[in-house]
Each structure stands twice: as structure tokens, then as C-alpha cells.
């Protein structure tokens, strides 16, 4: 007998003959994954030779250079990973279309995005989201409180999510043992995004997109062509029933007569219209608008045409998961019923080793059995775009909160260089254990490994949840945990941006008052179980019952309440610490008083030691120009030229007619967002 993890045996095993059967084993799709990996790595080092890696703009921002169609390509790659093939094709062949409006309410948020948030961060000269918050209220338990959580987000959404749909496919398709799999896809990751910083990410992002959507839709095309085209394929998944059954209620196993609709019942929808609105809108906000991997990217634009151009071109490729993930999610349940839409629980953990059932394996088996050799090694680059792109994007955007929000206050005289050091280290250690380079970085790096090795831990013990949550739809345990969580970050942001009157003490207290009612509702969750609709979970109604999208929503509310009244009754904060930070102030010339000095300043000093010119040996020249340390240091500024290039960099001004050129599209894209909201609704 093999080894099993969490119901994933080493080998793979064909479900009727129970033979050892390994799908990707020829020679051209072996090829077409190697000359994959070869032409990612090949952009990574380009991306690391052509920008500047030695200071925390260029590294973490790759320097404010990037034009508008790489900053949409890795908007949309760093949102659709592995975590989104699995989770929404298997929630799809459970319950239709509904939930490709998840991705349709990104069109609406992204034009908030590039329109409304990121000229504020822009204005503001901030690298991190914690550090907005730092500026616009003072102090630091928000600032640390959001860092925290991010991190942990990362970990129960994202890490743990991507890491356990990865191992999905990979254990399917190759047969092999998921850890070394995993670890070998996450050295590979570590090799461009520990060198190249956000430019290498933003670049290997772009070839990802481009591959991810090139490969899924040749997979549709098998996919619609297997069923009969789109008339046949909705009249099947209406009739795509389990042979076995036993004697379970049939609304467990029979498709939805909402299939095909993505507003549903308020009450009776398992995705109800208002939550789908409204709640999915409030997380769509704290994701789109506030979080560190996509807000990062926008931060990166040359200048706020380029980055709403982007925001642009993402909204029309989010366009795309319903018909090239989706759709071939519920074919899947078509053309392999019993095994997809399994509801007994023994069969179901004959198919895929758990008993809530079996979707999520929806598109990875429609990959293994429906595409022939080569294409079939393409749509595995495909899952390895999608989970390394969306990993890189998580390590790059980790390691800058944690270097800039949690190191500098371990080390607030630390020079540029040992930022950009431990930048590296914290991603290398999000990557894999095996790295650990000897830099003399006193005491962080002590707490920098002992976190990273907790927050690893994590999410590995994490992985049997995320398998049996949500009746066993990964796509619905992410959402999920974002309404339980992120709804009082969205109120804090959104206040602190758009009503100045907010202070401090509303934003802390609605945060943790916040916080504490989200944790009660998941943890009591998890506690009781999920359940399924064969086994429905013995969780309190008054607790579990009320509809995630919905609970979000009450949050919410909560939040911006709590938020308010506090803010009334305590002090505001004077116009002058908030130029440039709130919309209403956005304009304002005038300087503005910071609350708290900044926690990292440049040790100026050490550059204008004169350091002797010595040589350095072939080792230590190769060690500098891997992590980008080999440039000179650049001129010490005057006052008057650091004056200008920081004016430079807080700069929103557009050129008359781009501006107009973004608008347009921004109106044409809200059009198309409203035409496929009412023609599938």
C-alpha cells in the first residue's frame, strides 16, 4: 500500500482498475514543461539584469518603471492561481455559473482601484499598506495589527490554498510524491523572485498570463467540442447525476435549477444575490484596493496613467475564468459524473481520499483525460504558471511587510543594503528551508526565522482544513475566511480615505472589536465542522447560520460603526497630518506634518565613508551581482534634489489626452462589466 497523505497516495491510481498510472510520462510533454521552466527562468534573469535591485524602490517597487500592459498581465496572474483552477472549476461543477461572478465584480473594483485608492498611495510616497495606515493615524499597533494579519492571510487563503490545489494536479498528473513536487516548484520560484525583486515577478507574470490563458482555452475547446457545443453542454449538466446515490436526499446530488443563473434567491441560493452584491463587493474592496500583492503592483507604475491602464486590462482579462475555468469546471462534471459529482462518502474517498466530495479534482482530471501529449504537458505549465506566479507574488509582497513594517522596527538604523538583504532572506525562507545565507544582521534574523518557521508549520498543519471546508469547494472556504476577516480592514481603509474625521482610536478599536466577532464566527466553524449536505454540520444557527457573504456585510456595517462612533467622541486629527492622505485633502500643497518619524531613514553617514577600493574576488562579486548589491552608491542628494525627486515620485498628474483615453475605456469597461452581470443574471 502507498503512503497516503490527507487522502493523496504518492502514486496516482486509476479509480477503476486501481493500477499505478502516471498521466504525464512521454517525451513531449516532458519537453514542452522544460523549455517552460527554461523560458521562465530565462525572463527572471533578464528582468534581474536589466533593473536596478540595489535600493528598496527598485527592488520593491521595481523602481517606479513599469508601463501599463505588464502591470495588468501581473495583476491578473498574481490573482489566478492554482488555488482558482481547482477551487472555482470544482465549486462550478457543483453549483453553475454563480460563482464566475466572483471574478465579474473585479471589472467594477479595479476602476476603484486605479481611480479612487491608488492616487492616494500614490500621493502619499508609501511602499506598504501598513505603512498608509501609519501615516494616516499614527502610532504603530495598526500599522503592526495589519501586518500581522496579512501575513496570516497569506497563509490560510493563499499559501495553504495554492499549495494544497498545486499538490491536487501535480499528484494527479505526474504521480509523484506532492512534497518534492512542491519543493521543487518553490526553489525554481525562489531563483527569480529572491534576485529580481517585483520586476522579475512583474515580468515572469506577464509571460504566465499569457500562457495561462493561451493554454485554457485550446482545454475549452476540447472541452465544449467533447460535449456538443454550448446547447448540449447546458441540457447534459442538468442530467450529470451520480449512478450511486444510496438513499441521500437528492438536492445533494442533482444540479441546481439556478445552474445557469448568477443572482439567486436571497434566502434558498447557496450564492444569494444580495451577499453576491454587496458582500462579495466588501471583500472584493479589502482585496483589490488594499492588499499588499495587488496594490504593490500599482505602486510600481511609471505614472498613474500607465497604472490605471493596467487596472484597465486586468478588468478585461478577469473577463476570461468563466468561460476558460468555469465552464470546463462543470464539463468536467459531465464527463465523468460519478467520479466529479460523487456524493456517497465511500466512493467519494475511493476517488479522491476525502468524504465531503470530490469537485475540486473537476479541472485537474479534465486536463489528464481530455488533452492529448504535449498540449496535456502545456496545461500543466499552465497550473505552474498560475501556482508560481501567484506564490512569487505573495513571498515578494510578504517580505516587503515584513521588511518594512516589522524589521524596521527591530533595526530602525538599518542601512538600505541590509534592508535589501533581509528583503531576500524573508523570501527565501518563505520559499523553502533549505536556504540560509551567513549575513551579519544581529538579532532579526534569529526572529526572522523563528517566524517564518512558524508561519510554515502553519500552513502545512493548515492543509487538512482547507481539504474538508466548504462541503470540500476550496473556492468557498477562501471566500469564506475573507468574510470572517477582512471586512473591518475594508471599513478602516475606506473611512481613513474618504472621511477624514476618522482618528486613531475609531480605527484600532474597530479593527479589534472587528476582529474579535470574525474569529468567533470561524473558529466555532472549524470547531464544529463545515459539514456537508449528506452530513450537515451540528454548528448553532445563530453562529454558523447566517451566509458568509452575508456575515461579511453585517461586519462590515459593525465595523464602520464602531469605527464612527469612537471617532466622534475622541479627538480628531488636525488638517496638517493629513494632507495628501485623505480624498478630501488630496490636492493640498501644503506640507504636511507627519504624526510619527519615519522608522527607516537611509544611514546617510555610512555613504559618505570613504570605503577603500579594494578589489573584490570572483566569489563575492558573483554572491553581489546575484542579489543586485554589486552598483555603486549613488550621489549624496542635496536637500532641494531630495525635495524634487520625492515631489517626482508622489507625482499624479496626467498627460490631457491619456487621461481621457483611460476614461473611456474605464466607461466601456464598467459597460461590458453591467452587459454580462444581466445577460447571465
Known sequence: MPRDYFGFSYVKRDAMNNTS??????????????IYFLVVLAVGLWAMVRTNRATVGGFFLAGRSMVWWPIGASLFASNIGSGHFVGIAGTAAATGIATGGFEWNALIVVVLLGWLFVPIYIKAGVVTMPEYLKKRFGGQRI????????????????ISADLFSGAIFINLALGLNIYLAVVALLVVTAL?????????????????????????FILMGFAFNE???????????????PSITGNISKSCYEPRQDSFHIFRDAITGDLPWPGLVFGLTIQALWYWCTDQVIVQRCLSGKNLSHVKGGCILCGYLKLVPMFIIVFPGMISRILYTDVVACVDPNECIKHCGTSVGC??????????????????????????????????????SASTLFTMDIYTKIRPSASEKELMIIGRLKKLFDVNQLFWLSFNCHCAC???RAFILVLIGVSIAWIPVVQSAQSGQLFDYIQAIT????????????????????????????????LVIGLTRMIAEFVYGTGSCVEPSDCPTIICG??????????FVLSCIIILGVSLVTKPIPDKHLYRLCWSLRNSTEERVDLEKEDWVENVNNMEIEEPEEEPGFCKKTLECFCGLEQKKAPKLSKEEEAELQKKLTDTTEVPLWRNVVNINAILLLCVAVFFHGFYG
Not at 203 to 213: E, R
Not at 494 to 505: A, D, P, T, W
Request: with cysteine.
Open 21 to 34: 498510472s502516471i498521466a504525464i510520462n512521454n517525451p513531449a510533454d516532458i519537453s514542452v514543461i522544460v
Open 143 to 158: 500599522r503592526i495589527y495589519l501586518s500581522v494579519l496579512s501575513l496570516f492571510l497569506y497563509i490560510f487563503t493563499k
Open 192 to 216: 527569480y523572485t529572491v534576485t529580481g525583486g517585483l520586476a522579475a515577478v512583474i515580468y515572469t507574470d506577464t509571460l504566465q498570463t499569457i500562457i495561462m490563458i493561451v493554454g485554457s
Open 227 to 241: 460535449v456538443g457545443g454550448y446547447e448540449n453542454f447546458q441540457e447534459r449538466y442538468m442530467n450529470a447525476i
Open 359 to 396: 469537485t475540486n479534482i473537476a479541472y485537474p482530471k479534465l486536463v489528464v483525460n481530455l488533452m492529448p501529449d504535449g498540449l496535456r504537458g502545456l496545461m500543466l505549465s499552465v497550473m505552474l504558471a498560475s501556482l508560481m506566479s501567484s506564490l512569487t507574488s505573495i513571498f515578494n
Open 446 to 448: 534569529i526572529y526572522c
Open 483 to 514: 468574510g470572517y476577516l477582512t471586512p473591518p480592514v475594508a471599513a478602516v481603509f475606506i473611512l481613513g480615505i474618504f472621511c477624514k474625521r476618522v482618528n486613531e482610536s475609531g480605527a484600532f478599536y474597530g479593527l479589534t472589536i472587528g
Open 546 to 555: 447566517v451566509h458568509y457573504l452575508y456575515f461579511a456585510i453585517i461586519l
